[in-house]
């Protein structure tokens, strides 16, 4: 047990305290090896994918979270980087579905990074489900399109009065342009 001047007591070990803020992460946080087997699951992944850590842990990445479309994808990215090198998904934030425990597909928010560890190759991706963010950006879409072709002047203000948005009956009405 590591000693810490500033408290009044031992931390925990290095592994422990990996552990609790893998634990207390808002999002999911996977780890595969080289072949794509599971060899971490959070609890947020648990959440997020409906799995418990337990049934996830072992079982291949491809068949338990991705797509069924996107599976041949995943491994022939796999294989690439093996055999290269590169991956074009490493290290950058991307939007993919996923697939919860009850077959059901939504959108994720994802980075994948490699793992400096010694011995094969070791991935772990960082999850965020944005289902809430794509239903509000088709909210706000929906509600665009019903007020561009409303035929009713649908003008927009701040409490100050300061026009903010103009719709075209708005313009053939009062004969003023956005």
Do not use: C
Not at 56 to 81: F, T, V
Not at 82 to 98: D, M, N, Q
Not at 125 to 131: G, Q
């Amino acid at each position: 047990m590591e000693l810490d001047s500033r408290a009044s007591g031992p931390l925990p070990s290095s592994e422990a305290r990996t552990r609790a803020m893998l634990d207390a992460a808002l999002d999911g946080i996977v780890t595969i090896d080289h072949e794509g087997t599971i060899l971490e699951f959070n609890p947020a992944a648990e959440r997020i994918f409906g799995h418990a850590s337990e049934d996830a842990l072992g079982r291949q990445i491809a068949a338990l979270l991705i797509q069924p479309s996107l599976r041949e994808a995943h491994s022939r990215g796999l294989r690439h980087y093996l055999a290269t090198g590169e991956g074009p998904v490493l290290s950058k934030r991307i939007e993919v579905p996923a697939l919860r425990a009850d077959g059901s597909e939504f959108p994720i928010e994802l980075s994948i990074v490699r793992v400096d560890v010694p011995g094969p190759p070791v991935f772990t991706a960082y999850i965020r489900d944005i289902t809430e963010v794509k239903e509000r950006e088709a909210a706000l879409r929906e509600s665009e399109a019903i007020v561009g072709s409303s035929f009713d002047a649908i003008v927009g203000r701040t409490l100050e009065g300061v026009v903010t948005s103009w719709n075209a009956a708005a313009e053939r009405i009062f004969g003023y342009t956005e």
